[in-house]
């Protein structure tokens, strides 16, 4: 095996630690040469994995962590790439750093069951069958729920206006029984155009075939009603709790209520997809890649979230697929000052880890 080739091996083992830069604490070459020998193939077991990362002054990992991102073994550089890909991303997502990351999953005797228990996203694919709850919400007009908005401008008889309170009270109550929401949509209700805008994207959304055969259940403020706007407020509240992720619909200006709820799904660890129309691509941009506080930390964990922003009904239909079947994919890319994941579909910037060490290390000081 040639030196570059060892080297390599060595390289990804401390990237997978999270320490880069950290060089062997045994100087013994005896041992690196037994552990990977020149002109032979690799095929490293847990147990020479093992030798290897204490050679470098790391911990050991489990039979669990091997099998689960190594599962066919480690039989070339390109196999142990790949699976210390894996941890690294994984390390992202549930811990917001490399070196807690691999500590945390290195010592995990359920691997598949720690992830399962860390994701805020159900997968639908395996989970019990549930009635259709969907089927009860009553649908309004487009005239009839922006007549149900609190800061709108009717001109709506007084019968017709009772007949969709009704129905609106109706919706309320039966979100309020809906367990679980999988989806919370946070939308504003300002003119007649942006809202009919909304409501055609949510029936595109939600009728696609990727978020219906799966079921997805979603509240729509736009259609529940209470006579009183403190409760109506206390009723998103609850559905903000509720859900598993939310969806932004960004309008031409943003309201204080939405920009708390984007905030408030963020700061509990849950996706956020922003739907922004094609007219405001600067909008997009600062929610994809120019406000710094674009990334909200989850305050119990310190793992800081970013946004899935994208411009489609389909590709939001996609995107929610992916959350709720536990298929998104994603990638790592790195600039001079920090780590980012992005989301593949969107290029969406959706956790980051900072190369400032003073600042690491304050932060994680504080959250750990």
């Given at each position: 095996m040639v030196?570059?080739q ?7 083992l401390?990237?997978m630690?999270?320490d880069?830069?950290?060089?062997p604490?045994?100087?013994?070459s ?9 002109n032979?193939?690799l095929?490293?077991?847990?147990e ?5 990362l204490l050679y470098l ?19 070339s550089?390109?196999?142990?790439e790949?699976?210390v ?6 390390s992202m997502?549930?811990f917001?750093?490399f ?5 945390g999953?290195?010592?995990?005797t ?13 997968d639908l694919?395996?989970?019990p069958a549930r009635?259709?709850?969907m ?8 005239e009839q ?9 009717s ?5 017709e206006?009772?007949?969709a ?12 029984a809906?367990?679980p ?12 155009r942006t ?7 949510l029936?595109k959304?939600?009728t ?13 403020p ?5 006579d009183?706007?403190?409760?109506k407020?206390?009723l998103?509240s609850?559905?903000?709790?509720k ?5 932004y619909?960004a309008?031409?200006?943003e309201t ?9 799904m ?5 996706p ?8 405001f691509r600067?909008?997009?941009q ?5 406000h710094?506080l674009?990334l909200?930390?989850?305050?119990a964990?310190?793992v800081?979230?970013g946004?899935?922003?994208l411009?489609?009904?389909e590709?939001?239909?996609?995107v ?7 298929s ?10 920090n780590?980012?994941?992005y989301?593949k579909r969107?290029?969406s ?20």
């Amino acid at each position: 095996m040639v030196d570059s080739q060892r080297e390599e091996i060595l390289r990804l083992l401390a990237q997978m630690a999270g320490d880069p830069q950290r060089q062997p604490v045994v100087q013994q070459s005896e041992l690196i040469d037994e552990l990977l020998p020149e002109n032979t193939m690799l095929l490293l077991s847990m147990e020479e994995l093992n030798k290897l990362l204490l050679y470098l002054g790391f911990g050991r990992i489990t039979d669990s962590f091997f099998n689960y991102f190594f599962p066919q073994g480690i039989p070339s550089v390109e196999a142990l790439e790949q699976g210390v890909n894996r941890v690294r991303k994984t390390s992202m997502l549930y811990f917001g750093n490399f070196v807690g990351g691999f500590q945390g999953l290195a010592r995990q005797t359920n691997v598949e069951q720690f992830i399962d228990d860390a994701r805020k996203v159900p997968d639908l694919t395996r989970a019990p069958a549930r009635m259709d709850a969907m089927a009860e919400i009553e649908h309004l007009t487009q005239e009839q729920a922006y007549a149900l908005g609190y800061v709108t401008q009717s001109g709506m008889g007084q019968e017709e206006l009772e007949r969709a309170k009704n129905i609106g009270r109706a919706n309320a109550e039966r979100y309020l029984a809906m367990h679980p929401v999988d989806v919370y949509v946070g939308a504003s209700m300002r003119n007649m155009r942006t809202f009919n805008e909304t409501d055609t994207l949510l029936r595109k959304v939600f009728t696609n075939e990727k978020s219906k055969g799966i079921g997805l259940r979603y509240f729509n403020p736009l259609i529940s009603y209470l006579d009183d706007s403190t409760q109506k407020g206390l009723l998103e509240s609850l559905m903000l709790k509720k859900a598993s992720v939310m969806l932004y619909v960004a309008g031409p200006s943003e309201t204080f209520g939405k920009d708390v709820e984007l905030a408030a799904m963020l700061v509990q660890g849950k996706p956020v997809i922003a739907y922004t129309n094609k007219r405001f691509r600067k909008m997009a941009q600062l929610l994809r890649e120019s406000h710094p506080l674009r990334l909200q930390v989850e305050l119990a964990t310190g793992v800081a979230h970013g946004i899935i922003v994208l411009d489609s009904a389909e590709m939001c239909a996609q995107v929610l697929h992916d959350l709720f079947t536990n298929s998104l994919d994603t990638y790592i890319e790195e600039d001079d000052y920090n780590y980012y994941l992005y989301e593949k579909r969107t290029g969406s910037q959706i956790r980051v880890v900072t190369k400032n060490t003073y600042l690491t290390n304050a932060f994680w000081d504080f959250f750990q």
